[in-house]
C-alpha cells in the first residue's frame, strides 16, 4: 500500500491491544476480584442476547478497518494505472482462501484432523474474507453511488429474510440460525457430539454466520466508504475528519431509530447492530485520524503498530497458541497467589506482544 494511514495502523492496533493484552488480563481480575470489578466486567463480555457494550465492537471495527484499507490498496485501478487482470482475481482469491484457512485453524478445529469436529464458517477471519472480496470487487468495477446502492441492496435482502419470516428473533428460531442449521448441520460451531456418534446443536451457540454475511459485507463496505472520505483531495484533512464523524453519528443515531423494530443483536449480526457498529467505527475513525494524520498528536501511541500493522498475526497466534505452557511453567512458584490468574494472562500477553515486537523490528508483516 503506497500510501498509509497512521491512524489507521494505530486504531486497529488499539482493537488488537483490547482484545488480546487488556481483556484477558481484565477479565482474570473480574474473577479474582469480583466485587470490585463488577462495574467493568460486563463490558469484557459479549452480550447474552440484544444490547451491545465495549466487548461488541472488537469485530465489527476488526471488518469495518479491513474496508477502510481498499481505497488506499486498491487506488490504481480506480485512477486507470492499472486493470484488473487475472493476476488481480488469483490475489483477491488467495486473500480469500488464506483468510478461511486461518480460520479453520483459529475455530474451525482443523488442527484436530477430525471430520466431525471441522467447523467450515465460524471463525472473524472468514467474515472478513467475505466481505473484502464482495467490497474490493465492487470498489474496483463500480462507481461510489453503485457501491452504495449495492450496500443499500444487501442491508435490504437481510431485513427482508427476517421480515418474511414475521421478524422472528428466537436465539434459535431465527431465520438465520435456521439457514445455518441447515447449511452447515453437523459442522456448525456449537454441535454436541454424544458417544454413540450422534450430535446436536447447542442451545447455548447462537452465533449466525451464512445469511449474516450480507452484513459482513455492508460493515466492510463502510469501512470502504470511509476510506474513499479519507482519501479524497476534494476537501482538507480536517473537513474529511469533520465528514466522517457527521457520518459516524447519523449512522449511530439510524441505529438506533430501528433497533425498536430490529434490536440491536451482535451475534446475527442485525440491521440495527450493523448501522449502530458502523457508525461507532466512524466516529473512532474520524477522532483517530484528527489527532494522528491532522493534528500530528501520535506520541505514546506509536507503539500500537506493532499490533496494528501485524493485526491478522497478531490475531492468528493470539487465538491459537497456548502461551499460558510457557507462563506456567515460568511463574508456577507463584501458584498459591490470589492474582496468580491474572499474573498468567499478563505473562500470556506480554509473550505474544514481545513476538510481534520482534516481527515489528525486522519488518516483517503477514501480508495476505
Known sequence: MKERLASLDILRGADMFLLLFIGPIVRKLCKVYPDGMAWIAPQFHHVSWEGFVLWDLIMPLFLFLSGITIPFSMAKYRSGLAKPDAKFYLKLLKRFYLLFLLGWIVQGNLLDFSW???????????????????????????????????????????????????????????????????????????????????????????????????????????????????????????????????????????????????PIIKKIWSSSMTLYSGGLCFLLTALTYYLVDVRGWHRGIDWLKIYGMNAITAYFLGETIRFSSVSESLLHGFGDFTWYPVLIAAANAAILFGILLVMHKHKRYLKI
Open 116 to 262: 466431525k469436529d471441522f467447523h467450515p464458517f465460524a471463525n472473524t477471519l472468514q467474515a472478513i474474507a467475505v466481505g473484502y472480496v464482495v467490497t474490493a470487487l465492487l470498489f474496483v468495477h463500480v462507481k461510489p453511488k453503485w457501491q452504495i446502492a449495492a450496500a443499500v441492496v444487501l442491508f435490504a435482502a437481510y431485513w427482508l429474510a427476517f421480515a418474511c419470516t414475521g421478524m422472528n428473533l428466537d436465539p434459535q428460531g431465527n431465520i438465520a440460525m435456521t439457514i445455518d442449521k441447515a447449511v452447515l448441520g453437523a459442522h456448525r460451531d456449537g454441535v454436541s457430539w454424544a458417544a454413540d456418534g450422534s450430535w446436536n446443536f447447542s442451545e447455548s451457540y447462537q452465533y449466525t454466520w451464512i445469511l449474516s454475511s450480507l452484513n459482513f459485507a455492508v460493515t466492510v463496505l463502510l469501512g470502504c466508504f470511509a476510506g474513499q472520505l479519507l482519501k479524497t483531495e476534494r476537501y482538507s484533512k480536517g473537513r474529511r475528519a469533520l465528514l466522517t464523524a457527521v457520518t459516524g453519528a447519523a449512522l449511530v443515531a439510524a441505529g438506533l431509530a430501528i433497533s425498536p423494530l430490529f
